[in-house]
């Protein structure tokens, strides 16, 4: 591999490690890439391709679909599906975590984002568990494990960029998310029953609620929990894109804030639009610093390489899934998830494709496994979201989540080898 290959890759994993934010390392790696190969590809074709990916319809999805997610927390039905939720689980041995995991599976279909769901629950239900006598560092892993539920179900952000870098259908990817979303759930709901019974931590509720309780919270979250539903059904029938779905969101959110709930006024407008800006421009910008990333090693077949070298080392699709969920472990501890997707997926699809391997099951399996290792210390995204806020020491943090981790990574691994589970929806609705 020539000088001026090697030394930008070297220099991006250099910034990286000075923990330079991604879009400025994936940019400055890429110029300098582009500096030294001036003669036959100009700097100007990089600053071309970083603006050619903010055209992409596909993309528009990203922005939608994030500023949904705001309307509906300044809404008030976050607040009212969590009433639902404790309804529905408070019953059971640590109530209050059992809430948590829940209202992250209700969310994920709303916010799509594991940071946005762990920040949002750290702040909401942190606070009330320690309060009702959980540990902080018990209540920390819990809201950061429950939000890996979060971007698996619909309308996930990660499951938006895989479908963009390989190719395959959205909608298909929104429909395999269900199934997976729904098991981690349950798996969670187990461990966090278990362990509070061995500690202690106490239902919210003596009872389960009556049927006039049931009627009265659905009626107050029905609005919320139609729009999993109508999304499903829109892209089932045709009625609307996974991109113009997004655009569908933000109306529906507006009108159920503005005219049901009537907690969206014209003063709240400038703090969506702030929140949703923010949200996505970050995003974007590593979106368009990847795709002039991905052009440079398109033009020297690093993708390629990549695959041949996979496909020497792995010769059946159980050695390469092997392989791919330990690289990803690794590099999902050092890059955000959607950041991760945007870079690996390209390198990583040719290789699934020579062996046979379901583009969707394969996508799945990688959102799944950069969401997990978010939760994973010393790096993960999730954690540091959910640390800051809550206060928990690193050192509390580690010695409380193994559990759920080795708990995640197993039900990784059945999704990994079981491809039939992640594909039921999918060939069902299809």
Same mark, same amino acid.
């Given at each position: ?5 090697w030394f ?13 934010p991604?879009?400025f390392s994936l940019?400055?790696s890429t110029l300098?890439?582009f500096?030294f190969?001036s003669?036959?590809?100009p700097?100007?074709?990089m ?24 309307i ?13 939720a404790?309804?529905?689980?408070g019953?059971?041995?640590g ?6 995991i829940?209202?992250s ?7 799509g984002?594991?940071?946005a ?7 909401m239900?942190v ?7 959980y540990?902080?560092e ?5 809201t950061?494990?429950?939000s ?8 996930g ?11 395959v ?13 729904l098991i981690?759930?349950?798996a969670?709901m187990?461990?966090?029953g ?5 500690r ?5 509720r003596e ?13 107050q ?9 109508g /999304? =499903?059904m829109?892209?089932?029938?045709? %009625?609307?894109?996974?991109t $113009?779905? !997004? @655009?569908?969101? *933000?109306?529906? +959110?507006?009108l ?28 974007m910008?590593?979106?368009?610093a ?11 077949r690093?993708?390629m ?6 496909l ?10 092997? /392989? =791919?969920?330990?690289l990803l472990?690794? %590099?999902?501890?050092?890059? $955000?998830? !959607? @950041?991760?997707? *945007?870079l690996? +997926? ?12 379901n583009?969707?099951h394969?996508?799945i ?12 210390p010393?790096f993960?995204a ?13 050192s ?9 981790i080795i708990?995640?990574?197993?039900v ?16 069902l609705?299809?």
């Open positions: 591999m020539p000088f001026t290959v930008p890759l070297l220099l991006l994993f250099l910034f990286l490690f000075m923990k330079i991604v879009a940019a400055f300098v890439y500096i190969n003669s036959s590809q700097t100007d074709i600053v071309q391709n970083m603006l050619s990916g903010t055209t992409s319809f596909t993309y528009l999805a990203i922005p939608f679909f994030t500023a949904a997610g705001v509906f927390n300044y809404s008030g039905i976050t607040e009212r599906l969590m009433n639902l404790e309804l529905l689980v019953k059971f041995s109530g209050l975590a059992q809430v948590n829940v209202l599976a209700l969310m994920g279909g709303l916010s984002s594991a940071n769901d762990a920040a949002m629950q750290s702040k239900l606070p009330e568990m320690e309060r009702l006598g540990s902080k018990f209540s920390t892993v819990v950061v494990a429950s890996c539920i979060t971007p698996i179900i619909p309308p952000i990660v499951l938006i960029l895989y479908a963009t870098a390989s190719g259908s959205i909608q298909e990817m929104f429909y395999a998310g269900y199934l997976p979303g981690i759930m349950l969670e187990a461990l966090a278990y362990q509070s019974r061995k202690g931590y106490k239902p919210t009872r389960i609620g009556t049927a006039k309780e049931f009627a009265e919270n659905i009626k979250s029905i609005w919320a929990l139609f729009l999993p539903f /999304l =499903v829109g892209l089932r029938f045709g %009625v609307f894109t996974p $113009e779905a !997004g @655009a569908m969101c *933000i109306v529906y +959110a507006l159920v804030g503005a005219l049901i709930y009537r907690t969206i006024h014209v003063k709240t407008l400038l703090p969506i639009l702030r929140e949703s800006v923010e949200s996505t421009s970050g995003i910008l590593i979106i368009c990847s795709i002039a990333f991905g052009k440079f090693l398109t033009w020297e690093i993708p390489i990549i695959s041949e070298a996979i020497a080392i792995c010769h059946t699709d159980w050695q390469f899934l092997l /392989l =791919v969920n330990i472990a690794i %590099v999902g501890m050092f890059f $955000e998830g !959607g @950041a991760a997707m *945007i690996l +997926a390209p390198l990583l699809v040719p290789a699934a494709q020579s062996l046979d391997v583009l969707i394969f996508g399996v990688m959102a799944i496994n950069l969401t997990l290792a978010g939760v994973t010393p993960g999730m954690m540091f979201v959910s640390t800051s806020i809550t206060g928990c020491t690193f509390g943090y580690c010695r409380e989540v193994w559990p759920w708990l995640l990574f197993a990784l691994l059945i999704f990994t080898y079981v491809p039939g589970i992640i594909l039921l929806v999918p060939n609705l299809m």
